[in-house]
């Protein structure tokens, strides 16, 4: 009693009630101003209050104490049987009366920071704690929207949790403190997972349809809740490592994400509250003005937002250095100028992600990203009503007169940084440009795009991206795009300029064009698809690109939509099931072939072989198709033309613009050069998306230049032809390279007629043809002209060749000569090709890699031995010499991945050990013989399992007994010598005697252990594939170049017969006679 006196009534308020009320009231009037300044007061459906009215019921009941309230703070202290005997008590009496069980929501409402103090960070058997009751009670619908409304509790979860997660310990109200203070993911609060019990209450709060429809009309819950989950925004960032690797990898970003898994669930359950779907009340008018004012309170946020300056830390933490990084806020951000071709120059934000801390975790963003999908709403019409007669954009403009240190375009490209930061960090990761940062930056990309993070985290991002496009110019926003990619010098004519290597570049320019195909093509919230056509969607672009169970198909689709109850329905309709034929199988669901018309192979949620398998698909359709009309099917007639949604109402309806861009043909130009004048080999991946995006600018509907939408009194379509892509593709010039010495200007119409003449680039013949169909019939006159001449000139050029082809008999016999060079010249460029592919058909097994969505290039300069061929030329006597250079293994460092060249000793990793691998044929054993004339394909390829030759048939042929004793290749011809391997990988001769030397520092300290090598035998373990070595193979050399028939050319058949038939028998008679003067042996 005297304890208990002493510190006071465990049952009073453990936190300051009067300055929680008080902190709740100044952020109501804020908001009430807010509204005011963007014209939208008339929008927020609630009545001014005074300032004693506000939270006064809530201050009168929670200052009373009850004792529900001692049961409830005492709980912590009780023996298990008693806590357990609490929680039937209120089960079984207070809960099932319903007038009793609002008393007992208002209670824990007032408890409940002191509870979930007690739960969080004091409970060691928190199974028991009476905060688990909170099921019980907050999935009430009348209970759960009485407290948020009356009592503030919404606000109270939110403080709690803000408090916790910052502070690791509950603190109400932390007023100044939240802006100050910076989260840290190594504390204790992000360790444990009881916070879990929190998040979920939040959700269950937030469900009644009552309780969404007061989010709607009360605008302090949308600011108690973007006040929480901005302690989020930009945790955890990180570096890229550029250096050296980096020394300790933090295991921070696990908890990080969990708690982001979280704090994304519960953003979807609130932004659900201006969906479409829960307009079921009196005031579905006022829905859209709702929307405006929320889309337009969580610009200003994010345009206010600044990370806090202090953070809790541990000082005694390895990764402090890490924890002290911040992101900067939008009005913290710098610009820079970029010029561009044709476009002009524009003012982008300053920012490297190779160089400047960024972070995966922005939930303001996809709370924005989540209020826009619901954007239909915003049509002008209402907007005008609300005053904004400039519909979205002029709303928007208002951003402006609040914050005037940037214009309205600049501080929505600000605001967009982050989501494009965080495409370029996912596209640089796997290329393997953060790789000295551990596995753990690998790992966080790969959740970020897990199914279960997806919805909410990376589609969020992409699509509020393309919503930039509609708030800002195209233009703009893809110079912004190429700046944060770093590949301005690449779309400019520089492929070679860093911070990319070759095989790095090709990398990000495939993911960047990818995604400017996504921001085109991908349309179902753009034109506002329903739920069901959604879930149809889903289930045909995965069904197509393989059957699946119905257990696998679960898991490629997000929990939204596999539970929901019209799924299995719709299954049934778009696929047929396929019944188990066995025990051992199950049964899979196949899409039904009309589906198949429908299928978009740059679906947003395939990955790289997601596409390639559709795309396989597909063909197979078309081949089929093809063949049963009796027409011929190459391969190399095969491409997609874009079907792309037509979007009739919204924001969205001129979505098309983006595909118009000036920027964008300077993309599309330069994707298509670069891959035609590069000595290395690229994808032939990035020219099919290039042409993708030029063929999606020509079907597109929803833009100001089709036939329907541009009325312009001042241009003349028939002289002119249509504006926008069409005009600009036969119009814009280009700079390039043609070689070290000449730079010329060229159109992408002229670009693409020199590819139609370039035979090596036969598979886009077709795409590039139907592109420079189209501009004919809708291009100006000079386009038409200019298509109309070169189509002319392939006309005679083909008729020449035709005459040539028949008038090959009236031709000298030198001139013969050089025709038939010429033709073995082509076949032997045939044979070359047709080796390469056989040979990397026989090895595909050499070029796997571990990702299995990452599709990795292969130059021949990775491989041992790699020869180029220079070219082939035809010699004034009509022959044919053909000349190669032989390049010895050049690559890159595995241990300081920089390229190993001449500028340092480098060599090969090699194993030398004795062996009697080497043999030497026995010419006097005919069973052997036989057997070396019976391979067929030669030692590369895998040979049949037959039966030796010895046991059923002699080298003649004939059969014989089976024998005893089967003997296999004689002993005595094999050769006992040293022989080498190697792993391939390459290391500098310093770096490997730095690697040498940790393996011996490593057996010195770990002496106990017993290790893979032997030191005595010099040996070691790649470090790579970890392969055993005990030897570096320097290399020295240069290449060399061979020719043939080189030194040959003067030999002829004549000479050569004449040898065989005189030389021979001459060179056996000198021979004799030399044996007879040698002494006897």
């Known amino acids: 009693w005297h304890e208990r006196r002493k510190h006071g009534d465990i049952a009073d308020l453990s936190w300051d009630l009067s300055g929680l009320i008080q902190e709740f009231q100044d952020l109501d009037n804020q908001e009430l101003n807010f509204s005011e300044q963007i014209g939208a007061s008339a929008m927020a459906k609630k009545k001014q209050r005074g300032d004693q009215q506000f939270g006064s019921r809530m201050l009168t009941e929670f200052k009373q104490k009850l004792r529900l309230d001692y049961f409830m703070l005492l709980d912590l202290r009780l023996w298990k049987d008693m806590r357990m005997c609490l929680r039937k008590m209120f089960i079984s009496t207070l809960v099932a009366n319903l007038s009793y069980k609002r008393i007992l929501g208002v209670r824990f409402a007032r408890n409940y920071p002191s509870v979930a103090d007690a739960f969080l960070l004091r409970d060691r058997e928190f199974t028991l704690s009476v905060i688990l009751f909170s099921v019980q009670l907050l999935t009430v619908p009348t209970i759960a929207t009485t407290l948020v409304s009356d009592y503030n509790f919404f606000g109270i979860m939110c403080s709690v949790l803000s408090s916790f997660f910052l502070t690791d310990q509950i603190i109400l109200p932390l007023g100044d403190r939240l802006s100050e203070l910076r989260i840290n993911c190594e504390r204790r609060a992000f360790v444990t997972r009881k916070y879990y019990n929190a998040f979920h209450d939040l959700r269950y709060i937030i469900n009644p349809d009552a309780v969404r429809r007061y989010i709607r009309n009360e605008p302090l819950l949308l600011r108690q809740y973007l006040d929480f989950v901005s302690i989020f925004q930009g945790m955890n960032p990180i570096v890229r490592q550029s250096g050296s690797h980096v020394e300790y990898e933090s295991t921070a970003w696990v908890d990080a994400f969990n708690v ?299 929990e939204s939509m596999s539970e929901d109850a019209k799924f299995d329905h719709i299954l049934s309709d778009v696929a047929k099931f396929k019944a188990p034929d066995g025990l051992n199988d199950h049964g899979v669901y196949e899409l039904k072939p009309e589906y198949y018309d429908n299928i978009d192979p740059h679906f947003w949620h395939y990955t790289r072989n997601n596409r390639e398998d559709v795309e396989a698909a ?346 005893s004793n089967v003997h296999g290749f004689p002993p005595q011809s094999h050769k006992s010598g040293l022989h080498m391997s190697t792993c391939s990988h390459l290391m500098h001769v310093k770096c490997f005697e730095t690697y040498y030397a940790s393996i011996v520092s490593r057996h010195a300290a770990q002496s106990r252990y017993k290790h893979p090598e032997n030191l005595e035998r010099l040996e070691y373990l790649c470090p790579l594939c970890k392969a055993l070595g005990n030897t570096l193979l320097p290399i020295v050399w240069k290449g060399k170049t061979e020719s043939y028939p080189g030194v040959l050319s003067g030999a002829n058949d004549q000479l050569y017969e004449t040898f065989m038939n005189q030389g021979i028998d001459e060179l056996l008679v000198q021979i004799e006679k030399r044996r007879q003067f040698e002494p006897s042996k």
């Open 260 to 558: 982001t898994l979280q704090v994304a669930k519960i953003g979807r359950r609130f932004s659900d509250a201006f969906s479409v779907r829960d307009l079921k009340d009196d005031n579905e008018h006022l829905a859209p003005l709702q929307l405006a004012r929320a889309v337009m309170r969580v610009l200003k946020h994010l345009t206010d937002w600044v990370p806090g300056k202090h953070e809790v830390r541990d000082e005694s933490s390895p990764f402090l250095q890490y924890s002290q990084l911040r992101v900067a806020g939008v009005q913290e951000q710098e610009f820079h100028t970029v010029k561009t071709a044709n476009a002009g120059d524009f003012s982008v934000v300053k920012f490297d992600v190779s160089k400047d801390p960024v972070s995966f975790h922005q939930p303001v963003h996809w709370l924005l990203s989540e209020l826009l999908e619901n954007v239909h709403l915003l049509d002008e019409i209402v907007l005008e009503q609300a005053g904004w007669s400039g519909g979205i954009n002029a709303m928007v403009s208002k951003l402006h007169e609040i914050h005037p240190k940037f214009s309205p375009e600049n501080t929505i490209l600000s605001i967009l940084d982050w989501p494009m930061r965080t495409m370029v960090l996912l596209c640089q990761i796997r290329s393997g440009f953060w790789v000295r940062n551990g596995f753990g930056v690998r790992n966080q990309a790969h959740h970020y795009r897990d199914v279960s993070l997806r919805e909410n985290t990376f589609d969020t991002d992409l699509y509020l991206l393309q919503f930039g496009f509609v708030l800002v110019d195209p233009d703009h926003l893809f110079t912004t795009i190429l700046d944060r990619f770093g590949l301005l010098a690449w779309f400019s004519g520089k492929p070679n300029q860093p911070p990319y290597d070759t095989s790095q570049a090709n990398y990000m320019v495939e993911e960047m064009l990818s995604l400017l195909i996504v921001f085109g093509s991908e349309r179902a919230h753009a034109a506002h698809l329903s739920l069901e056509d959604k879930i149809r969607r889903e289930i045909t672009q995965n069904l197509c690109i393989s059957p699946m169970a119905h257990s696998e198909l679960g898991k490629k689709i997000t």
């Open 618 to 963: 597909l063909q197979k359709i078309w081949k089929k198709e093809r063949e049963s009309q009796g027409l011929d099917a190459n391969p190399q007639d095969f491409f997609i033309i874009p079907k792309l949604a037509r979007i009739t109402s919204g924001p969205f309806t001129r979505m098309g613009n983006m595909l118009h861009s000036r920027v964008l043909l300077q993309i599309i130009f330069y994707a298509l050069w670069n891959c035609k004048v590069s000595s290395a080999p690229t994808s032939g991946t990035i020219t099919e998306q290039a042409l993708y995006l030029a063929m999606m600018a020509i079907v597109d509907e929803n833009n100001d230049y089709t036939e329907e939408t541009y009325n312009s009194h001042t241009w003349d379509k028939e002289e002119n032809g249509l504006p926008g892509f069409i005009w600009y593709a036969a119009t814009d010039s280009f700079p390039v390279l043609v070689n070290e010495l000449e730079r010329e200007h060229i159109t992408l119409l002229r670009l693409l007629l020199k590819i139609i003449e370039d035979d090596q680039m036969a598979n886009l013949h077709k795409r590039c043809l139907w592109i420079v169909n189209n501009i004919e019939t809708r291009g100006n006159k000079q386009a038409k002209e200019h298509i109309r001449v070169w189509r002319e000139e392939r006309r005679v050029l083909h008729s020449q060749q035709i005459e040539g082809a028949d008038g090959q008999h009236n031709l000298s016999e030198s001139e013969r000569k050089k025709l038939a060079a010429k033709e073995r010249q082509a076949k032997i460029m045939a044979q070359f090709a047709q080796a390469q592919s056989t040979f990397m058909s026989q090895n595909e097994d050499m070029y796997d890699d571990d990702d299995t969505d990452t599709d990795m290039e292969v130059e021949e300069e990775d491989h041992p031995g790699a020869v180029s061929h220079d070219g082939l030329e035809v010699s004034d006597d009509g022959e044919l010499e053909v000349q190669r250079k032989f390049h010895f293994p050049t690559g890159t460092c595995i241990v300081c991945q920089e390229d190993a060249d001449s500028s340092q000793l480098y060599g090969m990793l090699a194993f030398i050990q004795p062996s009697t691998l080497l043999r030497q044929t026995p010419l006097d054993d005919a069973d052997v013989i036989a057997d070396v004339f019976n391979i067929k394909q030669g030692l590369d390829v895998e040979q049949p399992q037959e039966e030796p030759i010895t046991s059923e048939k002699s080298s003649s042929g004939k059969k014989q007994p089976r024998a």
